[in-house]
Structures are given as C-alpha cells and as structure tokens.
C-alpha cells in the first residue's frame, strides 16, 4: 500500500513538475522574447535617426560648381604685376562678372545683371586669386575654371532631384531658366565638397566648413586628456592602494560619485568664475575649455580607474610585496599595467563624452562665429557639437543639410572612439 | 610609462603658461542678440577677408546677457560690442556707466517680426487689436465696460467673426529673447493701444499698462517653441492650424513651407518692412564700447564696413541675409556719428 501510494505520488509529482515545467518554459519565451524586443527598439531607433541624418546630410558632401571661361585680364583686375600688395586690390569680382556676362551675352537691364552674378558664391573671388597667386603666368591669360556656384543655387539644383519643379524659394524663374541650361550643356555640375572639409564656418553655406570645429574640438580634448587622465590615475591609486578606509574617505567617495552625475552646465558656471574671471584666461579657448572639461571627466575617469585597481587580485599584489617589492614598486610594476586596460577604456569613454559636450562650453564663449581655424590652444575655438548647433540655428536653408553632415562627422568620430574602447578592452583585458 | 604622462602634462601646463602671458588680444569680441548675430557674423567674416585683421570672434548670448557682458567694465577680457534687437535700457545703460563703459549706439537697421502659417492652409488677415486679444492675459470685457476678464476667447471665431472657426494657438519664442520683447511690445502694445481707456493708463499708471499690454496668456494658447526658429518653422508646417512667431529672414528662406500672415493689409515683404508701413518691425542696433576703439586692432575699419553701402545698402550683401536697411539719410547721418564715435550719454536724445 505504501508502494502504491508512493507510486502515485511520484506520478502525481512527475504530472506536477511537467505541468510547472511547461510554464516554466513559457516565462523563460516571454522574458527571452521581451529581451529581443527592447534590444529591436534600440537598433529601430538607431536606425531610424541614422537614416534621417544621413538621408538629409549625404547632399552636404557633394557643392553645385560653374564651368567658367575666366579671363585674368590686367585691366579688368586693375593690377599689372603679381605680388602680395597689388593681389589684395585686385577686382577679381569683375573678372567673374565678365566671364558670366560672357557666358550669357543677352542680359542687359542692371536688375537682370544682379541675378545674374548672385549665381556664382561670393567666395568665388578668393579662389581666382589663389590660383594667381600660385601660377602669376596665367595674368592675361584664359583658363576654365569650375567656381562654386551661391548656396540659393545649390538647393535648387538639389531639389530638382526631388520633384520636377524643384524649390525655389528666392530663385527666380529667370535665374532656374540659367541654371537649367548650364545643367543641360554640362557646365553645371555636383562636385565633391572639399570646402566643407577645410574650412572654418562661415555664414555662406557654400563656403563653410568644419575644420574650425574639427581642430578646435582636438585641442580641447587634447587638454582634456593630458589634465585628467594622469590625475585621475593619481587619485584612483592613492584612494584605492594607500588610503585608509574613514569617514574622510568615505566623504571623499561620495562626493566623486556625486560629482559624476552633476548637470555639466554647472561646470561651465564653474569655469567661467574660476578660469575666466580670477585667473583672467582668454574666452572662447580651447585651454578654458579643456579645463572645464576635465572637472567634468575626472570623477568619471577615477570611478573606472578605482575599478580596474579593485579588480587586481590581491594575490598579486601579496606576490610582490611577498618577494620584497616596495608598495611604490608593486603598483608601478604589477597593478597598474595589469589595470591599465580598464583604465584606458574609462578614459575613452570620458573623452567621448566631453567630445559630445556643448552647455559647459556656452558659459566661457565657445559657443561663438569662429572663421579662422586655430593653432594653439590659446586661439578662439568652437567644437563641432557646438557648430552643430549654431547650423541648426541659421536661417539659410543650404545649412539643414550641413548640420546632418556634421552630425554625421560627430558621429563617426564618437562610434570610433567607443570601439576602439570596446577592442582595447577584448584585446587587453586578463581573467582570472 | 607614468614619467612620460608627468612629462608630457608639464610640458602643456608650461606651453600654456607661456602663451597666457601673451595673449594681449588680437580679435575683436563681439556678443549679444541672436538676431543681429547672422549680420554681425557676415560682416566679421567678410571684413577678415578684405583686410589683414582677425576674425571676429561673435557669441550669440541674447541682448540681455549680452548688455551684461558688454557693460562689465573695460579691459581685454571684456567684449568689444553688443548686438542688441532693441535699445539699450536706461537700467543697462547705468549699470555701463557705473563700470566706466562709455557706449556708442550705431542703429544698423530694421527686422520685421512675422507671424506664419503652413503654406498648406489659408493664408491669415489679422489686425493688431485682434493678435492682442488672442494672445494677452486680460482683455477688456467683452460687454464693453472698461473692466479687464482672463482671456475667454478659445478661436480665432470667436476674436472676430469674419477668422476661421479654429482653435488659437500659436508658437512663439520663450520670455529670455528679444523677439518675444518686440514682439510684445509692438504687436500686442500696438493693439493694446487702440482701447481708449487702456492707453489712457500710460500716463497715469504706467507699470499697470505694461502689465496689461506685455503679459502673454498662458493657458496653453500661446506655445513657447524655444529659441530655435527653424524648429518653428518645422512644427508649422506638421501642424497647418497653428501660427507661428519669428523673424523675418526665416520666413524668406522658408517661402516654400509657410506664409506671412498679413497684418492691417500689409503683407511682410523687405519693402513693407522698410518704409515701415508693416506695423512689426523693430530697429537693431550695435553698441560699441569708446574705450576699445583705439586698443584692440580692427574696431574702427570692422565699423567702417558695417556702415558702408556694400554691406547695408539697400543693395547690399547684409540685405540678402534679410536685414532691412534704414532710409538713405538716415544711413549717411548715422555714419557720420561712427566716424565721430559719439558717446551715448542718455536715451531722450535720438
């Protein structure tokens, strides 16, 4: 009877146990399933803001450019030899003129000529004039050049691609008849967009550029890294290998936790009443920037370095002190190279995070109309988040797609950065 | 490893140290309105191109910060001049004084204030009075006695029978920008006035009438956008029932997507704003600190450019950003006074 009963249980339990097993099974589905759906969302989302950038950013990378035939003749640029004095005087908007009026011989009446020179970008001048400059043989002579047509062009001849009609926006029937017929024999034609890689900003779109940006944002990361990673390590060795656990350590931990997640802004704050004020830095440097910078990465750096240290084993270090290191000794030639790993990782994403940073930036001037591309650090600078911004700020419509090209640019430079953090830490990292 | 990152931060806290001590200014430091800034930067970029100089180095702080900035006292570390969407104030003006600031004020020209509804719906006829009734606070009883009632008014029917029977809504700039300030003070002032008992009040009460006439509503009617008026533009053409408020160099480049609202029958073109027969436009304005015109290279021919017929003639390149020149007399008298540098002592003269 025993036996049976026993029996029966035991079948009971097996029925039981296959029962729960069966919703067992099914709760692991659906939080396996949940799992894969947020992970879809992510990527959707990701998507879905990578083709909305690059859709409306690719155009930036190509620039409408006139075929001119140009002629440098000495008495329409006023000057009769080549040299850095007569250069700066010289009219070279009137030999554009010239070619133009050349090109469409009919147009007569002053408003008609007026349309007419607005087809070719303003800074068109300067490249004529670095092409004398380099080759002063060609005074008097002809050449074919290709000038970068104004930005009212360009967004035209972009949007042609869209609808038949196009926008037209402030071109006006006249001027799309010109275009047209520059397209159709050829002479107007999308080109790559050097500018758009060695220039500073400039309130032509057809002429900015975010090199300006590129370098200002170098030089600031630049002070940023050679400030906060070396005191960063200082801090997370000494409050990790040398000091004693007390209150003021204690004290010392929760105020580098706190600083961590402080609104960076405050750091601006911070930097414009200490850098700027009572030290008396240049506004808008890279040098102030760097600095504010590195207050806001350092607790960041110092909680990953405090990180990589604690994960040493203790062995390694009780090895070498065992064999007679001294404790400067067991850090330099045993922790830290095995931490240094997990130290570089935090340090890159820090950097990566200051890269992205503007609101700490707007308080000591480097949200600013930089043109001239800095040397130094001490040179006004902007950063590309920034110049990012100030695009998406401007009336002009050709800078709608600039801005997506830059954010384009940002975003290649912070997805390298971040492997390479990724890659560092597969490639150096020991397990024990 | 260590010794070379010790070495490699000294050498930067040196090469820092060195170019501190030489970092006498070479650039201009322009700061102030947002609005001015598309033609201050124009004219920075074009004048550096044209002569040896520097670039300007232009922040966009807003006229107020600006103002603060400006006036903070004389010396390197201090900006050079302010963009201003309207006059400086008589507070701003002291708080100059009292840091030793003496200002030249150069009016540089007019901006229009538009208002713009998706190009996809009917195109908007307003009149001063009927914005200010949709858009303040308190508005005189309906029933006619001089007596203020929180706006009751839900839409544009209801303001005045002849508008669309839809619900007002409008997208504008936050309190912090200067846009806002004119937009206030001539579109909802200007309609504020036409009630008798109302502009009566300006003599006798004047922070009343201000009050009055100033204070936006706040019941969901009137949307603060944010600064960004591309961002405007955008959310317009998503929602073809709202109106939206902004400058008007935004509504010439955007002529694809939205249309000017027109006010007492006048649309918002550069000649309506000009001849100031459009009734929203304001003057801008840069101050020029005197002190500095002689010690920081450049002031005196980067001022010389923005006052010469090629940058803000009617025909000039600061009109094709979408500024509005001032009349020709006006132009050449003002001029004059930059040459001059006249020092702004009080705002009566004009």
Known sequence: ????????????????????????????????????????????????????????????????????????????????????????????????????????????????????????????????????????????????????????????????????????????????????????????????????????????????????????????????????????????????????????????EVNINNLAAVPSIVFGLLGLAIFINFFELPRSAPLVGGLVLTLMTLPTIIISSRAALKAVPPSIREAALGLGASRMQTIFHHVLPLAMPGMLTGAIIGMAQALGETAPLLMIGMVAFIVDVPTGITDPATVLPVQIFLWADSPERAFVERTSAAIMVLLSFLIAMNTAAVLLRKKLERRW | MNKRILASTLAAVTIAASQMAMAARDHISIVGSSTVYPFTTTVAERFSRATKFKTPVVESTGTGGGMKLFCQGVGENTADITGASRRIKQSELDMCHSNGVEVVEIQIGFDGIVLANAKSAASFKLSRKEIFLALAKEVPNPDGSETLVPNPYKTWKDVNPALPNTRIEVLGPPPTSGTRDAFAELGLEGGCKSFAWIAAKKKTDKNTYKAICHTVREDGAYIEAGENDNLIVNKLVANPDALGVFGFSFLDQNSDKVQGTVIEGKAPTFESIADQSYPISRPLFIYVKKAHADVIPGIKPFLAEFTSERAWGEDGYLADKGMISLPTAKRRQVAADVRELNVLTDLSEN
């Open chain 1, 1 to 252: 009877m025993t036996d049976t009963n026993r029996n029966l249980t035991q079948e009971q339990v097996r029925q039981r146990i296959e029962q729960h097993l069966a919703s067992r099974h099914r709760k692991e589905k659906v939080f396996r399933g949940l799992g894969i759906a947020s992970v879809a969302f992510g990527i959707l989302a990701v998507l879905v803001l990578f083709t909305d950038i690059i859709s409306k950013g690719s155009g930036a990378f190509v620039q409408s450019a006139i075929q001119l035939e140009v002629t440098y003749d000495p008495l329409v640029l006023g000057i009769d030899k080549v040299d850095e004095e007569s250069l700066t005087w010289a009219n070279f908007t009137g030999v554009i003129r010239e070619a133009l009026r050349e090109r469409f011989p009919k147009v007569q009446s002053r408003s008609e000529k007026r349309e007419l020179y607005s087809l070719v970008s303003s800074g068109a001048p300067f490249t004529l004039r670095k092409r004398l400059q380099s080759d002063p043989e060609l005074l008097g002579k002809t050449q074919t050049v290709w000038l970068t047509a104004d930005d009212d062009v360009d967004t035209f001849v972009k949007s042609l691609s869209d609808s038949k009609e196009g926008f037209r926006g402030r071109t006006s029937d006249q001027k799309a008849e010109w275009i047209q017929q520059l397209i159709d024999s050829g002479e107007l034609k999308k080109r790559f967009n050097t500018t758009f890689f060695t220039q500073g900003d400039s309130r032509e779109p057809e002429q900015a550029g975010i090199r300006a940006a590129l370098l200002g944002s170098f030089f600031t990361l630049l002070v940023t890294l050679v400030l906060s990673f070396p005191i960063g390590v200082a801090a997370a060795i000494y409050l990790e290998e040398y000091a004693p656990k007390n209150k003021w350590t204690d004290l010392i």
